[in-house]
């Protein structure tokens, strides 16, 4: 079974606006962590945000907010005023909690591809 | 502070050629792991290993070997390479700091 589950292969916004990128999650682990990455055409893997299980607040990062419902399972990225430059690919991942001296695993999503166009 | 380096970044090889990809970090993570990347299949798990000694498959470890003699290294080798191998293969690492994941710059493999 999916652990990391990316619905929308593909999304387009205007520039300016605001998007959402879903991402839910399976797991029975209290203890979990959630990411997003963005991965331009040039490939790297660049981190834009992290969501701890027990984190009371949503987190933000500049344009990038998480809407966590923990209850859905659900850990959905808001881009706030979209820019050209956030077209690329944008993966949401979960990380395992660590178990003792062993570290958790990251499972990641299939990704969306985001195009912002002007 | 380098964080993940692989080699090479290109590679082609011929249908049963044996290679190694190289990973190395240089924050002492004792997680480190290897994925690959294919269209429409986002990232997918090799291998991974949680510290020196100690490695285990991932969801496609089938055609490829690892080893974690060091904590610094992690080499994904590759046997006998398939045309199935075709893709590109991320190193990635993380330590007991829970929101940090660092990710290699990629090696884009060509198996003809």
């Known amino acids: 079974a999916q652990k990391i589950t990316q619905t929308q292969p593909g999304m387009f916004v205007q520039e300016k606006e605001a998007v959402t990128l879903d991402c839910t999650y399976d797991?029975?682990?209290?203890?979990?962590?959630l990411f997003w990455y963005k991965q331009p055409s040039s490939g790297e893997m660049i981190f834009l945000i992290y969501q701890g299980s027990y984190d009371q607040q949503n987190a933000t990062e500049g344009r990038y907010s998480l809407n966590f419902q923990k209850a859905r399972k659900s850990a959905n990225l808001v881009i706030s005023a979209s820019q050209l430059g956030d077209s690329a690919m944008y993966f949401c991942?979960?990380?395992?909690?660590?178990?003792?001296?062993?570290?958790?695993?990251?499972?990641f999503g299939r990704g969306t591809q985001l195009t912002v166009w002007p | 502070n380098a964080g993940v380096t692989q080699t090479p970044k290109f590679q082609v090889l011929k249908t049963g050629q044996s290679m190694t990809l190289q990973c190395a970090q240089d924050?002492?993570?004792?997680?480190m792991s290897w994925y690959r990347q294919d269209p429409g299949m986002g990232l997918r798990l090799i291998h991974y290993?949680?510290?020196?000694?100690?490695?285990d498959q991932g969801e496609v470890p089938n055609g490829y070997n690892v080893s974690r003699s060091t904590t610094e290294d992690f080499p994904l080798r590759l046997l006998s390479a398939a045309p199935s191998q075709t893709s590109v293969y991320f190193c990635?690492?993380?330590?007991?700091?829970?929101?940090?994941?660092?990710f290699g710059p990629g090696t884009r493999l060509t198996v003809l």
């Open positions: 991942a979960m990380r395992e909690p660590d178990r003792g001296s062993t570290l958790g695993r990251l499972y």
């Open positions: 990635a690492s993380h330590g007991r700091v829970k929101n940090e994941q660092f």
């Open positions: 797991t029975s682990d209290p203890s979990y962590g």
């Open positions: 924050m002492n993570h004792e997680y």
């Open positions: 290993s949680v510290g020196a000694g100690i490695t």
